[in-house]
């Protein structure tokens, strides 16, 4: 139940595409939806981030969707840049002291130029 | 302003042995959690400090420790190191709840144990 699951594994998009990225959770406790992107060699950076009171985050290029009652939410990247290809990691994670966050298993994402 | 600093960035180390990670987080930052990273089990939560104390700790055996100064460095200790212990350890900071502030991560100690 602490599990989120990501799909896709790997991603590849036109520059000036769409990128989607979605993930699903189970622990109906979970309260804080962040994303992370990670270059290689780096450590993740944290992108954008949602409270299941709100359906729709957005942030430049980057949104967040969440629908609650699917215990589903995605990120999409309008206007995919080949700077964006990274390794995007969904999470979750119960707002209290000491919470750790639960991360989904990642998606590499390859803007093509 | 300084970023998460993780020292050494890569450790090679032997079976058996132990080995000690380090940590400074942002200034002011108070909460750092430790994470492991591999590529067959992505990033999983080890365990996470506050004002010197253990707040949270993951599911992860004895052998991984660690500890928390006053000035919020942290360290993280393996002891009788294993060959699955290869990974990237990451480290990251926060004002307080993670949740409420966001973590901010190191570039990680690259530990590969042979």
């Known amino acids: 139940q602490q599990q989120v699951k990501q799909s896709p594994q790997s991603l590849i998009v036109q520059k000036g595409g769409i990128s989607i990225i979605n993930c699903a959770y189970e622990n109906t406790a979970f309260d804080y939806f962040p994303w992370y992107q990670q270059f290689p060699g780096k450590g993740p950076a944290l992108l954008i981030a949602i409270r299941p009171d709100v359906s729709e985050k957005k942030e430049g290029r980057f949104t967040i969707s969440f629908n609650k009652s699917a215990k589903q939410f995605s990120l999409h990247i309008m206007d995919s840049q080949p700077g964006d290809s990274a390794t995007y990691f969904c999470a979750a994670s119960i707002d209290n002291y000491g919470q750790n966050f639960v991360f989904g298993p990642g998606t590499r994402l390859s803007v093509l130029p | 302003k300084a970023g998460v600093t993780q020292t050494p960035r890569y450790l090679i180390k032997t079976r058996g042995q132990q080995v000690t990670l380090s940590c400074s987080p942002i200034?002011?930052?108070?909460?750092v959690s430790w994470y492991q990273q591999t590529p067959g089990q992505g990033l999983q939560f080890l365990f996470e400090?506050?004002?010197?104390?253990?707040?949270n700790k993951g599911n992860f055996p004895g052998r991984f420790s660690g500890r928390q100064f006053s000035n919020s460095r942290s360290e993280m200790n393996v002891s009788t190191l294993e060959l699955g212990d290869s990974a990237l350890y990451l480290c990251?900071?926060?004002?307080?709840?993670?949740?409420?502030?966001?973590?901010?991560f190191g570039s990680g100690t690259r530990l590969t144990v042979v």
């Open positions: 990251a900071s926060s004002l307080d709840s993670a949740s409420n502030y966001g973590y901010t």
């Open positions: 400090y506050f004002s010197e104390t253990q707040r």
């Open positions: 200034s002011g930052h108070r909460s």
